[in-house]
């Protein structure tokens, strides 16, 4: 077996000599050969896309954490990107305290489940002091207090299988995914919390995700399904998110 430096060296000099002298055809067979190709690696950007990811998770750790601030850190002002679901079930869950809304978690799992917000509430909490930073170029810190993913992948028992954790809002517009390394990370979170009170309206509530290495546009506000899949192929337009669409990509790595 190869020392992990020398097979850093390897890969390193493998996607360079992919990105510089070959083409990037040579970063796609890299990345098939680790099975690293992303949702959106088609079109004219995908060999791009497939690099980034496949070298992205190469290269640094999976479990290497975003910087966590310090209470005096949180920013004053906590921008919002989006509006709330504009549909009368929203407005109604909202009248309501969001009692009778369901977190539905279903497909390559042993235990499809259906969780409501106390139920989420039951398990060990979590918070993270992060920064939330737009596409768009605004960023922000906040704290934000949930639930780890990981917890509810154990409870559910996800399959070794899945590939990717597709997660909807109950706006029924806004959807992602990402992938099993991101999923099982400690700061990956279902959030219903927000600087010691409960997730705001315009922040998510009753539960948004919260992937705190990608950019803001990955952190998908009232959740409402999440299923697990070892292809996105069937899934909306197939490449992962309505990112790509828009010009962004699946992998919004930060
Ligand atoms: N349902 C939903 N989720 C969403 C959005 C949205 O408009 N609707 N905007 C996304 C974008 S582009 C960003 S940057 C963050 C912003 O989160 P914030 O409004 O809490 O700052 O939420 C993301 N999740
Ligand atoms: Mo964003």
């Known amino acids: 077996m190869s020392s992990p430096l020398s097979r850093r060296k390897l890969i390193t000099t493998g996607l360079a000599t992919a990105a510089g002298v070959s083409g990037l055809g040579v970063a796609a067979v890299l990345a098939q050969r680790y099975g690293l190709i992303p949702p959106d690696h088609g079109g004219i950007f995908g060999a791009g896309e ?12 999976h479990h290497s954490l975003a910087r966590e601030f310090n209470r005096s850190e949180i920013s004053k002002v906590a921008f919002v990107n989006g509006k709330p679901p504009q549909n009368e079930a929203y407005q109604r869950h909202v009248a309501g305290g969001f009692a009778d809304w369901r977190l539905t978690v279903d497909g390559l799992v ?13 398990f060990p909490a979590r918070s993270q002091i992060t ?26 028992g996800v399959s070794a299988q899945a590939k990717y954790v597709v997660y909807y809002s109950l706006d029924g517009f806004w959807w992602d995914s990402i992938d099993m390394p991101d ?41 409402s399904h999440i299923t697990f899949t070892d292809s996105m192929k069937h899934i909306g337009d197939g490449l992962g998110s309505p990112a790509p669409a828009a010009g962004y990509s699946w992998y919004a790595g930060i």
């Not at 042993?110 to 039951?122: E, T, V």
């Not at 009170?197 to 803001?216: F, I, N, S, T, Y």
């Open 50 to 61: 497939t690099l980034t990811y496949a070298g992205q998770r190469l290269l640094t750790s």
């Open 110 to 122: 042993a235990r499809p489940s259906s969780f409501s917000l106390a139920d989420l509430k039951r």
């Open 131 to 156: 920064h939330q930073a737009c596409e768009e170029g605004w960023s922000f810190i906040a704290e934000w207090i949930g639930v780890p993913l990981s917890t509810v992948l154990n409870f559910v």
């Open 183 to 223: 999923a099982w990370h400690p700061q990956t979170f279902l959030a219903y919390g927000m600087n010691g009170g409960e997730l705001p309206v315009d922040h998510g509530a009753p539960v948004r995700m919260k992937v705190a290495r990608q950019l803001g546009y990955k952190s998908v506000k009232y959740i």
